[in-house]
């Protein structure tokens, strides 16, 4: 079964700086993988997704993410914060029984 | 188009009651999963229903139970409440395609508070 792991539980960055937000994935055949955010006591918003078609994803509100198979990774990455990407983001993968397996979250914190 | 449409959106028990969350999914989705939401544990997949049966289930207790109505709206209910089943409660709904590729659209949540 596939596992997400996010390597930090919170990130702090200044207005109009880069956002980096790092997950590593385990899987034992071709991942799926994704990006959600959820901004606060809202649901859950598809940001990307990867399904092997391109391993340079472009999202919605100027999120990409990476994905690299020599290093299990699927940063998501933004050339600029603005305010409003302050919220938690998730990076998700399949289970063995197609249900999303979340990984814990990172919140992201933007500094005026 | 109207997204998902969870109802209650906040509800207060006390231990050993019992509550039935719902969910009603994008117009012309016919999967529906729950998942529970904790500071602690995150986000966990509790079940999915399609066309009324349950496909997969998570690892939780026989205390939780599911169920999906040929309109697809979902129901899920949790008896004999305890104050560790205090969570955001999530619904989300999807067309028939393989979850490898299909987008989950979620709904705002059910917040449970457990006395």
């Known amino acids: 079964a596939q596992s997400v792991t996010q390597l930090d539980s919170h990130v702090s960055v200044s207005e109009g700086t880069p956002v980096l937000l790092r997950c590593n994935y385990s899987?034992?055949?071709?991942?799926?993988l994704f990006w959600y955010v959820q901004h606060p006591n809202k649901g859950l918003q598809l940001l990307l997704k990867?399904?092997?078609?391109?391993?340079l994803v472009k999202g919605i509100n100027g999120f990409e993410a990476e994905f690299k198979k020599s290093e299990t990774s699927f940063h998501l990455t933004k050339p600029s914060a603005h305010m409003s990407d302050a919220a938690e983001y998730f990076c998700?993968?399949?289970?063995?029984?197609?249900?999303?397996?979340f990984g814990k979250g990172t919140k992201l914190s933007v500094k005026p | 188009k109207a997204g998902v449409t969870q109802t209650p959106r906040y509800l207060i028990k006390t231990r050993g009651q019992q509550v039935t969350l719902s969910c009603s999914p994008i117009?012309?989705?016919?999967?529906v999963s729950w998942y529970q939401q904790t500071p602690g544990q995150g986000l966990q997949f509790l079940f999915e229903?399609?066309?009324?049966?349950?496909?997969n289930k998570g690892n939780f207790p026989g205390r939780f139970s599911g169920r999906q109505f040929s309109n697809s709206r979902s129901e899920m209910n949790v008896s004999t409440l305890e104050l560790g089943d205090s969570a955001l409660y999530l619904c989300?709904?999807?067309?028939?395609?393989?979850?490898?590729?299909?987008?989950?659209?979620f709904g705002e949540g059910s917040r449970l508070t457990v006395l």
């Open positions: 989300a709904s999807r067309t028939s395609g393989s979850i490898g590729t299909g987008e989950l659209f």
């Open positions: 899987s034992s055949y071709s991942p799926s």
């Open positions: 990867y399904t092997s078609a391109a391993t």
């Open positions: 998700v993968g399949r289970g063995s029984q197609g249900n999303l397996i």
């Open positions: 117009s012309g989705h016919r999967s």
């Open positions: 229903y399609f066309s009324e049966t349950q496909r």
